[in-house]
């Protein structure tokens, strides 16, 4: 395999057994990555491990630590963590089966495919039944999988050609959405502006094309890399203009159903002035002032010609 495999064994179905493979569904590759750097040298920086006091340490005198209280801890040693570790089962027991749409999404975590083993010439015909009986049945089926020693529940799902295997959070490890919204205004809200929202969600669907969205920032960033390396400006890579304020709901809502683009909006006001700036405006908001003076003193002298 060109990937190596995050995971192999085998998934269960009651009886049936079937080998595969798991790897990665995403990459990492293209996100760009720092070290710290001395610039007057222009050597990596190195962190050396330190106790405030002792100074200096070698590294076999570590241990790890969990904080029962402020600078309080209770140490476990590696082979105490082992110890406890669960043993690295080499099967996926699928064990229930539900509604491809009642998992919430914010339960998925990571994506891997799961591939028939090549070793197993039986393995393709039970992967390609399992897939087909569960894109015919529209289930999720789930599981737990064993990985270095850490248990995750498991999502297997028809997906494309194959079968698609997604980690679960926990639900301990999921917040709580009324522990978050709480302060969400209750609210209702007029009728016609959820209306206008409607209309324009639904001018604005179609399907998900993923390469229609651009990484704008990493492209900036290889883009200046570059040019630093050829020693000259970085060019300019376009972005989508900011979106101003809102400042009448129902008038954005009309104008964008009618095909308007955040160019096409009223220009913001002028914010205030600053330093100098508001030296000039306060000259020229006095100047009518001095007019208005000057036409007053102009007709008293006429007053008093005329006496």
């Known amino acids: 395999m060109a990937t190596r495999a995050y995971w192999s064994g085998r998934i269960r179905l009651a009886l049936v057994s079937i080998p595969v493979e798991v790897v990665s569904a995403t990459k990492t590759a293209n996100r760009i990555a720092f070290h710290q750097i001395h610039e007057p040298t222009g050597k990596r920086i190195r962190y050396e491990k330190v106790v405030p006091g002792v100074g200096a340490i ?13 600078n309080k801890y209770v140490l476990l040693s590696d082979e105490e963590i082992n110890d406890v570790k669960l043993e690295a089962k080499k099967s996926i027991d699928l064990v229930q089966f539900v509604d491809a749409d009642t998992i919430d999404p914010i339960y998925f975590e990571k994506p891997f495919y799961i591939l028939p083993s090549e070793e ?6 039970a992967y390609i039944v399992l897939r087909d009986a569960l894109k015919k049945t529209n289930k999720i089926g789930l599981g737990q999988i064993v990985v270095r020693g850490q248990g995750s529940i498991v999502a297997i799902k028809p997906f494309d050609k194959g079968l698609l295997l997604e980690t ?4 301990d490890e999921v917040k709580k959405p009324d522990t978050v919204f709480d302060d969400v205004p209750s609210k209702k809200v007029d009728a ?3 209306e206008l ?23 900036a960033l290889r883009e200046l890399i570059k040019a630093k390396q050829e020693n000259r400006p970085p060019k300019e890579i376009e972005e989508a203009p900011p979106a101003s304020n809102v400042i009448n709901l129902m008038d954005a809502l009309k104008r964008s159903v009618k095909g308007g683009s955040p160019d096409d909006e009223e220009p913001a006001k002028p914010k205030k002035a600053s330093g100098g700036a508001r030296k000039t405006a306060r000259k020229t908001k006095s100047a009518p002032k001095s007019a208005s003076k000057s036409k007053s003193a102009k007709k008293a002298a006429g007053r008093r010609k005329a006496a």
């Open 197 to 219: 929202a409607e209309e324009l969600i639904d001018k604005k669907s179609g399907t998900f094309a993923p390469e229609k969205f651009k990484d704008t920032y990493t492209v």
């Open 192 to 194: 016609d502006l959820v």
């Open 120 to 125: 197993d010439e039986d393995a393709a015909e």
């Open 168 to 171: 679960l959070r926990y639900a």
């Open 58 to 70: 070698d590294t076999s005198e570590i241990v790890k630590g969990y904080e029962v209280e402020k």
